[in-house]
């Protein structure tokens, strides 16, 4: 069996053409890379105003947590069920499933960017507000900074879940590396269903390598050293 | 009958998915204690440690669930791969959750205790273990949760669970058996959640005495 799943995965034929892993992987990252895009577009402002204000903690807090028990495959197959006969084309795959990875996404961005603003030491948001600085200078040139770290581990956290339930996904007809793991099921081909599984955990941790990357690239050394000691 | 299925299918179905995400949860956290314990005492193997059991957590359910067969030399449809990767994935939340629980206790207490003569086990045991119970078991909330979700997934593959409604339901083009199967999912994970905050406050009784 290894020696089959050996064998898929270094057949060239595997890697190119339209259903072949690099299309598969491109079209994986692409919903995925959307998905984050539109839940940090919802989650980081509304997280910077909680944690800026310290109103709606609860909300962020009891969202957080309430949102982790509900089953994504059962809201994907809901949302599936609903929005497929309204919609056409391409999109009427897509969207439901864009849909319901953003839902999962925006808890962990929302909780990672209102902790980091919370986190911030009140000691140098008094002393930004003793030099004289607004409330918004505040927020974009002290507190968003600090709040870098933690923030961008709730977009990492996110992003691994967007990317798992993505190959979920697969199973409402959408592309993507999920294709392996639920054609392969179908046409009983287990070293299909293998080499695509582990093709997907590689990408999931190419994916946070990245951001990691991303992440001492855009963070002040001065945060790095001070948490460092 | 609820949403079209029938009472005592929704209770076996609650069964299998209790087992499948509660068991991992008991050798996760099993697993865990020694592992976190170890992170605390010897500070050079917190960062591997942690970073390590971490790694876990990036795999997809769904390529662990497959994947697992291989590397066990289970069968596909073996329960043991579901086991195995929820608590692989328990682990992956639990060890961080255990060694900041440890490193949370005080270190006067910790002075005070072995002052007090207690050796490095004892203390660990009857000092550390104790006082660290409500990091610990905030932790073990997230993680049964998680698990309890994550398990669903185990329909795709034909593992037999509350996950089944799904596939059912959407393969019939039928709401009713999807809504059961969330409600069922999300009721067993706020229920597991409340039972480990309730086993929280029984074992930490010093924590009400002073509010009270």
């Known amino acids: ?53 310290g109103r709606g903690r609860w909300l962020a807090i009891n969202l957080a947590g309430a949102f982790r028990a509900i089953p994504s495959l059962g809201v994907l197959f809901v949302a599936t069920l609903l929005l497929l006969p309204r919609l056409s084309g391409n999109l009427a795959f897509e969207l439901p499933v864009v849909l319901v990875l953003v839902l999962l996404a925006v808890p962990p961005v929302l909780s990672g960017t209102y902790a980091g603003v ?67 099921q179908a046409s009983r081909q287990y070293e299909v269903m293998a080499g695509g599984a582990i093709v997907v955990a590689a990408l999931a941790l190419l994916v946070d390598v990245v951001m990691a990357g991303v992440q001492r690239l855009v963070v002040s050394r001065g945060l790095v050293e001070a948490s460092a000691t | 009958m609820i949403g079209g299925v029938a009472w005592s299918t929704v209770g076996d179905l609650l069964l299998r998915h209790l087992y499948l995400a509660g068991l991992p949860l008991l050798l996760g956290l099993v697993i865990s204690l020694p592992l976190g314990w170890l992170a605390t005492r010897y500070r050079w193997l917190a960062p591997p440690m942690i970073a390590g059991t971490g790694l876990l957590y990036t795999i997809p359910s769904l390529a662990l669930f497959i994947l697992l067969p ?143």
Not at chain 1, 8 to 24: C, E, R, S, V
Not at chain 1, 29 to 49: D, H
Request: aromatic share 4%; glycine share 10%.
């Open chain 2, 70 to 212: 291989l590397l066990l030399g289970t069968r596909v449809l073996d329960d043991a791969n579901v086991l195995v990767a929820m608590t692989l994935y328990a682990i992956a939340l639990l060890t961080r959750t255990v060694a900041d629980g440890l490193g949370s206790v005080p270190v006067a207490t910790r002075q005070a205790a072995t002052a007090m003569g207690y050796g490095e086990l004892r203390r660990t045991l009857v000092v550390d273990l104790p006082l660290a119970v409500p990091v610990i078991t905030a932790g073990l909330r997230v993680a049964a949760v998680s698990n309890v979700s994550i398990v669903s997934v185990a329909a795709l593959i034909g593992v037999s669970q509350l996950g089944q409604l799904f596939t059912e339901g959407f393969n019939r083009n039928d709401m009713g058996p999807i809504l059961v199967g969330i409600g069922a999912c999300v009721g067993l994970a706020l229920v597991l959640d409340a039972g480990i905050a309730l086993l929280s406050r029984v074992l930490t009784p010093w924590l009400r005495a002073g509010a009270a």
């Open chain 1, 118 to 184: 919370e986190a911030v030491d009140p000691a140098a948001r008094d002393a930004a507000r003793g030099v004289g600085m607004t409330e918004s200078q505040i927020l974009w040139q002290v507190e968003f900074p600090a709040a870098l770290p933690l923030l961008i581990s709730g977009l990492r956290s996110a992003m691994l879940q967007i990317i798992a339930t993505a190959t979920i996904a697969a199973i409402v007809g959408i592309g993507g590396l999920g294709r392996y793991l639920i054609d392969g």
């Open chain 1, 1 to 53: 069996m290894i020696s089959l799943t050996w064998q898929w995965l270094t057949d060239p034929q595997t890697w190119t053409g339209p259903g072949g892993i690099l299309a598969q992987s491109v079209t994986h990252l692409r919903i995925s890379v959307i998905a984050l895009i539109l839940a940090a577009l919802v989650a980081v402002p509304v997280g910077l105003y909680i944690g800026h204000t």
